[in-house]
């Protein structure tokens, strides 16, 4: 029975292989830092995040939550070095070099003929030191910004993340929703659903402007083409990659599909002339 099972699993694995995309070393890594960069912002607990729970609040070390993970485990599927470098590199993408200096010091513990790890030590030590960071081992480090935000900026971004509110309460209470037609003849009979989000400058919400089933049709036509998000550098306007944006986007023609220019229309016409 086991056996019949793995062939109809090779089977399936051989008949779809032109289709079928394994993950690369560029998504596992950012996969890793996704996690954390969540974690992070969420104030996600470790241990119930390992069991696949997303309810905690307080948060703990992944180190010592991974490597509790470890010793629990009767047949080893990883080892503890092989912890200590997928931490390493995943904090440093993060932005934090020295707990990555940290992680990765104690990995050359366990391997000190690690070329890789010792190469990263010394180029995480020459980051720092341009930085004008301190190189002293520290058990815990505040994460070294490289986005360039201003830390108040950071926090508060992440505070909005987590659903809090820092608006002023008197300029919210000034804040509406209603329906809007936009003077255009398509909203008349079912209008805009509209919400207030700012005032200066001025930011709205429109609401239930696309069904589920239509969502589920632009994700489908955009995922093959999903690519890195990049930023542009304000010095030299190059589009580069940033450690802080790591998602995928694509961009979608009109031309590929109906539901795409009914999308386009549609935004057009409810963003235009807008007034309060």
């Known amino acids: ?47 119930a995040l390992a069991e696949g729970k997303v309810l905690g609040r307080k948060r703990s070390r992944q180190l010592t939550e991974a490597l509790n993970k470890f010793e629990d485990e009767s047949n080893k599927t990883v080892t503890r070095q092989d912890i200590l470098g997928y931490l390493a590199f995943s904090t440093y993408k993060k932005g934090n070099v020295k707990e990555a200096l940290h992680l990765t010091r104690e990995l050359v513990k366990i391997v000190p003929n690690h070329q890789h790890a010792l190469g990263n ?21 505040e994460p070294n ?17 987590r659903g809090e509110k820092l608006m002023d309460p008197k300029i919210e209470a000034r804040l509406r929703c209603r329906y809007v037609t936009n003077n255009v003849p398509l909203f008349f009979i079912q209008p805009l659903k509209m919400e207030e989000a700012f005032l200066k400058p001025l930011l709205f919400i429109y609401h ?6 239509e969502i589920n049709i632009v994700k489908k036509l955009a995922q ?6 990049t930023v542009t550098e304000k010095d030299t306007g190059r589009s580069v990659e940033v450690q802080y944006r790591i998602s995928k986007a694509a ?14 229309k549609t935004t057009q016409t409810s963003t235009f002339k807008l007034k309060r």
């Open 208 to 213: 239930n402007v696309i069904n589920d089933e």
């Open 251 to 264: 961009f979608l023609k009109d031309s590929e599909h109906e539901l795409i220019l009914k999308v386009a």
């Open 224 to 229: 093959p083409n999903f690519k890195r998000i």
């Open 121 to 141: 030590i010394k180029q995480y030590e020459k980051l720092l030191l341009q930085q004008g960071i301190s190189l002293e081992p520290k058990e815990t480090a």
């Open 1 to 47: 029975m086991i056996y019949n099972a793995f062939a109809v699993y090779i089977k399936n694995i051989t008949q779809h292989r032109s289709s079928l995309r394994f993950p690369s070393e560029e998504d596992l890594n950012g996969a890793a830092v996704a996690l954390m960069q969540l974690q992070d912002t969420y104030k996600l607990d470790t241990h």
């Open 145 to 161: 910004l490289t986005h360039k935000l201003r830390k108040d900026h950071w926090n508060n971004y992440e505070k909005l993340c």
